[in-house]
C-alpha cells in the first residue's frame, strides 16, 4: 500500500489454548497482525480453523492465553462500545422495532441527537418505510443491514463482522457485499471481516489475511491493490483468487 | 390428513357435549339414584343460585383470593427468578430447598396458615401465593438461563451495564418463557383457591360445594358449583393464554406451549 | 466453596426458623429440634412407617390407573384429529376444577375410604398425561412420519415404532408432573377423606391436641418422599438412550 498509517488494531504474538479432558487444544499460535486506521481487512480460513476466536479476542469477548491485543494504543480488557461485532443477523433483538434496535446503544445521548441518528443510519443502510417493523417481519438480508445500522449508530472506531452473509443466499450475499461498500464509503471505519468464502475477501477487503489450518498462524497477507468497483471478471481479480485457493491449497477443478 | 373445516371445530364438540349430558341424564335415569343430579336439576340449581343472589358474590370471592395471591406470588416470583437465573451461585443454594418445598401441597400448609393468620382471608391468600410462587419463580429461572449469548454479547458490547442489561435484554428476552410460567401459577392458583375455600373460609366456589353437600345433600349445588369452577378455570387459562401468544405473534419467537 | 452452597440457604432457613420459633406470640409453633423429636417419636410408634405405606399405596393405584388409561387415550387424541377436536373441549373443561372439588361426588359414589382417595388421584394424574399425550404426537416432527409412510409402514405400526419412541422423551416429562401432581393430591384428600396416611397425620395432630410439631414432620416427610419421587422419575430422563429429545 502507500505511506505507511499509524496501527489502530495491534496483535501481538495472540495464542489462545482451550482447556479439554485431555492435552489443551491450541486453536491460535502466535498471531500478530497490525491493522491501520480504515483499513478493511478480511481473515480468511475454512471453518474451525480460529478465525472467530481471533476475532472474538480481538473485540474482547475472550482473552487470550498469550499475547497482547491493542486498539488506538490501549490493552483490550473487554467488550466496548468502541468496537462493535456484527453477528449473523441474529443478534438483533426480536422484541425491538427497527428504530427500536437502531436506537439500542444510544440510551446516553439527549432525545434529538438519537432521533438524528437513527433516521439517518435507517436511511443509510436502505431500510426506509420499515421502522416500525419487527424483526420477524423483515427478510434476512434486511436484519443483516438493521444489525449493520445498530452497530454504526453508536459510531464505533472498529466493527467486527464474523461471517455475517453467512445465513444469506448468494443472490441476496451479493447484494449485501455491495452495500456494506457503499456503507463504508459514507463512513469510513476500520473493519475487521471473517469469511470462509475466498470470492468475498477479494471481492470486499483492502488486505487478506489468510489462515491456516489449527493450530491457526497466518499464513500469508496478501494485499487487494484494486480499486473500487472491482471489476469480478478481470484478469487482476482471477489472479488473486487463484493466488489465495492457492495458499489455502486447494484445486481449481473440481 | 385433510384439514379440518371450521364447522367441525365447532361442531365435533359440540356433539361431544350433547353426547355427554345425554349419557349423564341416562345413567341417572337408569341407575334410579335420588340423590345425583340429572343435567337439568343441575340447571335449575344454577337459576336458584343466582337467584339467591350468591353466585356473583361467591364468583367474586373466589377471584378475589386468587388475585391477592397470585399478584403477590407474581411480584416476588419474577424478581427471585431473574436473580436465581442470572446467578447461578444462588440458584445452587436455594435449589435444595425449592425441590423441598415444591412437593408440598399448598393444602398441607392449611394448619400452619391458620396457625399464623387465623381463619381470616389471609390464610387463603398465602395458599395460594405458596401455590403460585414456585412455578412463577422456577419458570422464570429457566427463561433467563435461555436467553442465547449473542444477544448477552450484544448488550455488553454496546456497554450496558448489568442493571441495565437485565431491564433491557434479559428480561424482554425471557418473557415468552416468564409467560407461561404465569399462565401455569393461575391455573393452580385457581385449583388451590377451591380446595382452600373448602378448608377455611365461609364463602367462595369451593365453600358452596362442601356446604351444599354437608347442609342437606344438595349434589345439585355441588354439581353445578363443580361446572362453574370448570368454565371459570377454563375462561382465566384461554385469557392467559391469549396473552401467552402475544410475544409469539409479535416478535416471533419459538416458543412450545405447554 | 461452592460444594457447599446448596447447603447455605437451608441452614439460613433453618437458623431464621429457630429464631421465629423462640420469638412467637402463639407458643404453638414448634422449632427444628421438636419437629425432629416428633418424627423419631412417629417413627417409634410405627405410625411412620404406616402412614407413609398408605399415602404410597395410594398414590402408586391412582397414578398406576392414570398412566395405563391416559398414555393410550392421549396418543389416540393426538393422532385422530376429529377425536381431538371433539374431546379436548371437554378435557380443558374438565382440568381447572380442582379434584378436591370432586370429593364430595366421590365420597357418593365411593363411600369414605381408600377408593374414593384413589378416584381423586386418578383424575388429578389423568387429565395432564391424556394432555401432555396428544401434544406429544402433535409434535412429532412430520418428516419422521412421512419417512415412515414412506417405507410403507401401516398406521399402527407408524404408531409404535415411529410415534411412540419419537414422544417418550415428553410422555417421561409428562409421567414426573403427574407424579408430582398425584402426590400433591394424595395429601390433600387425605386430609379430608381418609383417616390414614401423612395428608391425615397433619390435620389429625392438629385437630386432636395442636400438635404442630407433628404437623411440620408431616410436611417435612412430604417434601422429601416427593423430592425422591421426582429425582426417581429425573433419572429416567436422564438415560442417554433417550436423549434424542429435539428441544428438550
Not at chain 1, 468497483?229 to 485457493?245: H, I, M, Q, V
Not at chain 3, 382417595?117 to 401434544?135: G, K, R
Request: hydrophobic content about 50%.
Amino acid at each position: 500500500m502507500s505511506a505507511p498509517l499509524p496501527s489502530k488494531v495491534s496483535v501481538h504474538g495472540v495464542s489462545m489454548r482451550f482447556p479439554t479432558d485431555g492435552a489443551p487444544i491450541e486453536v491460535l499460535s502466535s498471531v500478530d497482525l497490525s491493522v491501520a486506521d480504515g483499513e478493511f481487512v478480511c481473515i480468511l480460513g475454512p471453518s474451525g480453523c480460529g478465525k472467530s476466536t481471533l476475532l472474538n479476542i480481538v473485540g474482547g469477548f475472550l482473552r487470550a492465553s498469550s499475547g497482547s491485543v491493542l486498539i488506538d494504543g490501549e490493552p483490550v480488557e473487554g467488550p466496548d462500545p468502541r468496537r462493535i461485532f456484527v453477528f449473523q443477523e441474529r443478534g438483533v433483538f426480536p422484541w425491538l422495532t427497527v428504530e427500536g434496535n437502531v436506537a439500542f446503544g444510544l440510551f446516553r445521548l439527549s432525545p434529538e441527537e438519537r432521533a438524528r441518528r437513527i433516521a439517518h443510519y435507517v436511511k443509510l443502510v436502505g431500510l426506509s418505510g420499515f421502522e416500525n417493523a419487527y424483526p420477524q417481519e423483515l427478510s434476512g438480508g434486511m436484519k443483516q443491514r438493521l444489525e449493520v445500522a445498530r452497530a454504526l449508530a453508536v459510531n464505533p472506531d472498529v466493527l467486527f463482522l464474523d461471517e455475517p452473509f453467512g445465513a444469506l443466499d448468494s443472490i441476496t450475499r451479493l447484494v449485501m457485499r455491495s452495500e456494506l461498500l457503499r456503507i463504508r464509503r459514507a463512513e469510513k471505519k476500520t473493519i475487521l471481516f471473517v469469511t470462509h468464502d475466498i470470492d468475498e475477501s477479494v471481492q470486499l477487503a483492502d488486505r487478506v489475511v489468510v489462515m491456516s489450518t489449527r493450530p491457526a498462524t497466518i499464513r500469508r497477507i496478501v494485499d487487494i491493490d484494486m480499486p473500487h468497483p472491482r471489476d469480478l471478471s478481470s484478469p487482476r481479480y482471477n489472479e488473486l483468487r487463484d493466488l489465495l485457493l492457492g495458499e489455502i491449497g486447494l484445486a481449481h477443478k473440481i | 390428513m385433510p384439514t379440518k373445516s371450521d364447522a367441525e371445530r365447532v361442531l365435533l364438540p359440540l356433539a361431544t357435549a350433547a353426547v355427554a349430558i345425554l349419557v349423564w341424564a341416562l345413567a341417572v335415569r337408569l341407575s334410579q339414584t335420588s340423590v345425583f343430579p340429572s343435567p337439568w336439576k343441575v340447571l335449575l340449581g344454577l337459576r336458584e343460585l343466582f337467584g339467591r343472589g350468591v353466585l356473583g358474590p361467591y364468583i367474586g370471592d373466589s377471584l378475589r383470593r386468587v388475585a391477592s395471591g397470585y399478584l403477590l406470588a407474581l411480584v416476588l416470583g419474577i424478581p427471585a427468578g431473574l436473580a436465581l437465573g442470572w446467578h447461578p451461585s444462588l440458584a445452587s443454594a436455594f435449589n435444595p430447598v425449592i425441590q423441598m418445598a415444591r412437593p408440598i401441597s399448598p393444602l398441607a400448609w392449611i394448619p400452619l396458615a391458620i396457625l399464623w393468620f387465623g381463619v381470616s382471608e389471609a390464610a387463603p391468600g398465602f395458599l395460594i401465593f405458596l401455590g403460585s410462587f414456585f412455578p412463577i419463580v422456577v419458570a422464570t429461572m429457566n427463561g433467563v438461563k435461555s436467553v442465547p449469548s449473542m444477544y448477552l454479547l450484544a448488550g455488553r458490547n454496546f456497554g450496558l451495564s448489568t442493571p441495565r442489561l437485565l431491564a433491557r435484554v434479559v428480561f424482554p428476552a425471557a418473557l415468552p418463557q416468564i409467560l407461561v410460567g404465569l399462565r401455569i401459577a393461575l391455573g393452580i392458583a385457581w385449583i388451590v383457591v377451591v380446595a382452600a375455600e373448602m378448608m377455611a373460609v365461609d364463602s367462595g366456589l369451593g365453600y358452596l360445594i362442601i356446604d351444599s353437600r354437608n347442609a342437606g345433600k344438595r349434589y345439585d349445588l355441588v354439581v353445578a358449583g363443580m361446572l362453574l369452577i370448570g368454565i371459570i378455570g377454563l375462561a382465566l387459562d384461554t385469557l392467559a393464554q391469549r396473552l401467552e401468544r402475544l410475544p409469539n405473534v409479535r416478535w416471533g419467537f419459538q416458543q412450545d406451549t405447554a | 466453596m461452592k460444594r457447599l452452597l446448596p447447603f447455605s440457604a437451608i441452614t439460613a432457613l433453618v437458623v431464621v426458623w429457630f429464631w421465629g420459633a423462640h420469638h412467637q406470640t402463639s407458643g404453638l409453633f414448634p422449632d427444628p429440634l421438636q419437629v425432629l423429636r416428633g418424627l423419631v417419636g412417629l417413627l417409634q410408634r410405627g405410625l411412620l412407617a404406616k402412614y407413609v405405606v398408605a399415602s404410597l399405596y395410594r398414590v402408586s393405584w391412582g397414578y398406576l390407573l392414570a398412566v395405563v388409561t391416559a398414555i393410550p387415550v392421549g396418543l389416540l387424541l393426538g393422532w385422530y384429529r376429529r377425536g381431538e377436536l371433539a374431546l379436548n373441549p371437554l378435557l380443558q373443561l374438565l382440568r381447572p376444577i380442582s379434584p378436591l372439588a370432586w370429593i364430595p361426588i366421590s365420597i357418593l359414589w365411593f363411600g369414605v375410604g381408600d377408593v374414593a382417595a384413589i378416584f381423586l388421584i386418578f383424575l388429578a394424574s389423568f387429565l395432564p398425561l391424556a394432555v401432555a399425550s396428544m401434544n406429544a404426537v402433535r409434535n412429532v416432527p412430520p418428516t419422521l412420519l412421512r419417512a415412515g409412510r414412506n417405507f410403507g409402514l401401516s398406521n399402527r405400526r407408524i404408531l409404535t415404532e415411529v410415534i411412540l419412541p419419537a414422544s417418550l422423551p415428553q410422555l417421561i416429562v409428562a409421567l414426573r408432573i403427574s407424579l408430582g401432581v398425584a402426590w400433591l393430591v394424595v395429601v390433600a384428600a387425605e386430609m379430608i377423606a381418609v383417616n390414614s396416611g401423612l395428608g391425615f397425620l397433619i390435620v389429625d395432630a392438629r385437630n386432636a391436641g395442636n400438635r404442630y410439631d407433628l404437623v411440620v414432620a408431616g410436611m417435612v416427610m412430604i417434601g422429601l418422599i416427593g423430592l425422591v419421587l421426582d429425582a426417581s422419575i429425573r433419572q429416567l430422563e436422564k438415560m442417554k438412550a433417550l436423549k434424542w429429545g429435539y428441544g428438550s
